[in-house]
């Protein structure tokens, strides 16, 4: 099955990736600032360490990495990804993360073990938040097959992958599958983890925005079972 690959996956030749690694860690490295690092790596609880680059900044930097460069094959993303996830500084990660909700529709369902390795590596919400919405949302929406990878994955002692498979429609608004979504928060609802319990309650939050009334109905039938941080952020906004 997909989701049980362990095995780190192969980076796949990419004179693509090549080139783009050569001009992001010249680019990223040039801009780095140590005090800047220090901060940032301290407030992301030390899961890694910084450049010191702030967002703004960084993200006119990746303009210029990817200036002139072709559209990628899923196989360029593959290589890109995995060579940026072998860096240690974070914001590496940050472009490959920026590069595939790009170019994510360029990728198929076998694209799926790839993302499952950048979940599982060094995670923190950082990463897996953009993953989950952006990369694994559109996979499963692309390939509805791959809807029981996500059946697995909540239930995978990972809190990481269950996270992902409770976000990964946050996106989808009128397409949510609610049965899903909801089957979802229930099971996990009585998870001590704060990264679960939050999880639960943003993507209730979320898919409030297109039908607040099931989402109520849902919270006030499961109260008793939901963490009061899940029914907190669940109806923030109701």
């Known amino acids: 099955m997909l989701s049980n690959a362990r095995r780190p996956p192969e980076v796949p030749a990419s004179a693509l990736a090549d080139t783009l690694v050569e001009r992001l860690t010249g ?41 002139g460069t072709p559209a990628p094959a ?38 799926l073990p790839v993302v499952r390795h950048l979940i599982v590596t060094v995670p923190w919400w950082d990463t897996v938040d953009l993953l989950a919405a952006h990369t694994v949302g559109p996979l499963v929406a692309a390939d509805p097959a791959l809807a029981s990878v996500m059946d697995e994955w909540i239930e995978d002692e990972d809190i990481w992958l269950a996270r992902t498979a409770l976000l990964h429609q946050l996106r989808y608004k009128d397409a949510t599958d609610t049965g899903r979504l909801f089957a979802y928060c229930r099971r996990r609802a009585g998870h001590p983890d ?35 941080l899940s029914v907190r952020e669940a109806l923030k906004n109701l």
């Open 27 to 67: 680019t990223y490295a040039a801009a780095a600032d140590p005090v800047r690092a220090r901060a940032m790596t301290a407030y992301m609880k030390d899961v890694a360490p910084f450049l010191g680059i702030p967002t703004p900044l960084r993200r006119e930097l990746s303009k210029v990495v990817t200036a």
């Open 74 to 111: 899923e196989s360029d993303c593959a290589a890109l990804a995995l060579r940026c996830w072998r860096l240690p500084e974070r914001e590496y990660r940050y472009f490959a993360v920026d590069y595939l909700r790009r170019h994510v529709r360029r990728c198929s369902s076998g694209f």
């Open 194 to 228: 704060f990264f679960l319990r939050k999880a639960i309650g943003w993507s209730l939050r979320e898919y409030a925005k297109t039908d607040p009334g099931a989402v109520r109905a849902f919270v006030e039938a499961e109260r008793g079972c939901l963490s009061p």
